[in-house]
Each structure stands twice: as C-alpha cells, then as structure tokens.
C-alpha cells in the first residue's frame, strides 16, 4: 500500500484518493486556501519534469526513480496542508518535522518506500539548489541526508501514528480495501450494528472497540475520505 494526500496505489496501479485529516489545518477563510494546492503541484510538477532529465535523477535506484514523483508530491502537499509553506517558503526545520513526523504519522505505505522518501527529495532539492529554484534548497538537502532510518522507524511506530492511520491501519488489518468506498461504508454498518449490540446486551459497558462513526473528523478543506479525490465539502460533507 501507498498511500499519501495525491495518491493511493496497490502494487503498481494507481487507484483513487485517500488523504488522512490533519492535525492542524489553515484558516479556510485564507484567500488563497482554494487555489494554491494546484498552483504548488503545477509549480513543483514542472520542476519534476526537468529534474527526471539530470544525472541526479537516473543515479537513484529504480524504485527511487518510480515513485519519484509520488514522494515529491506528497511532501509538497504535507509542507502546505500541515504548515502552510508554499515550496518558496520551504524551510529545514519545516522538512524536518514533516518528514520525521507528520509524513510517516499520517500515511500508509510499505517500508520500502518511506526509506525512498530522504533519497528522492535529497536529489531533487540539489537539482533545486544547482538550478536556484528555491533559496534554502541546499539546507534542505543537506537536512533530508539521513534521515532515512528515523522516517521508516517513526511510520512502524503505532505511538507516532494519527488517529486516521490508526483507523485506517485497522480498517486494512480486518482486511478491508481500504480504496473500495462502498467496503468502508458497509464495514462501517457492520462495525456499528455489532456494538450497537453489545451494547444492548450489556448496558453501562463501553465496547471495546469503539463504533467507526467515531473516526477522526475530516476538514472541510481535506480531501474526502470516500476516495473521489474531491475536498470533503465538495463531496460527501454536502
């Protein structure tokens, strides 16, 4: 599985969007709270296109060159939708904590490619640095550099986990496709028909495992959690 706020594979294919609720979102009322995803992916893609042309790119190793762009993506949508920084704004201490933390805490992905993630973005922002795309890029790859092992061991912590990976490491653990909408919304039903049984046969006792309508609450402006690739408002919220 890999799953990050653009993408959702199994194996090789692509499938449909999941992204996991933040723990801290920007004001929705911000002016450019609509557009300036798309202007950053548009932005960070066309730097990409470049990057995927230099000796930078072609000495990392297949996998690496894979999933690329997927793992540049993702840190690009972290950066934004967790901290607010547009890829201009990108500073160290920000890659520290979204690469150490809020990446591994938040997505679901095998370990190979969270240990692709210090390489690939260590790469791209010398490309960045050589090509003075962006001001502090060579601080940034030089803080990337490894960092490897601490991203991996802080995605198979279940303590570093938020609370949607851990509902949704649940979820995959009961062998639900985590892709497929309607399986969730069906697991939900069941999930909630039994405690709700369990609770009719022993009042006054929590269940232990709580109902699924319980899950972390989903933004307004994050994607929604149904898999359509849309913001929540625009989707399932309405």
Known sequence: WRVSPGFVRKGSQPARTLTLAPSTELEEG??????????????????FAEFEKTRLFQNLSQFERREGKSIVTAFTEFMYNFGGYVPAQWTPSALYSICTETMPGKMIADDDYFVAIAPVLSAFLKFLAQNKYQNQASQLAERVQGLGAKIVNAAKDPSNWGTGKSFMMRVQDDGVDTTDADALRRYTAERNRMVAEHLALSPGREPQQPALRNAPKVGRNDFCPCGSGKKYKKCCLS
Do not use: A, M
């Open 30 to 47: 911000s002016e450019d709270s609509e557009d300036q995803p798309t202007e950053n992916r548009k932005l960070v893609l066309s730097w």
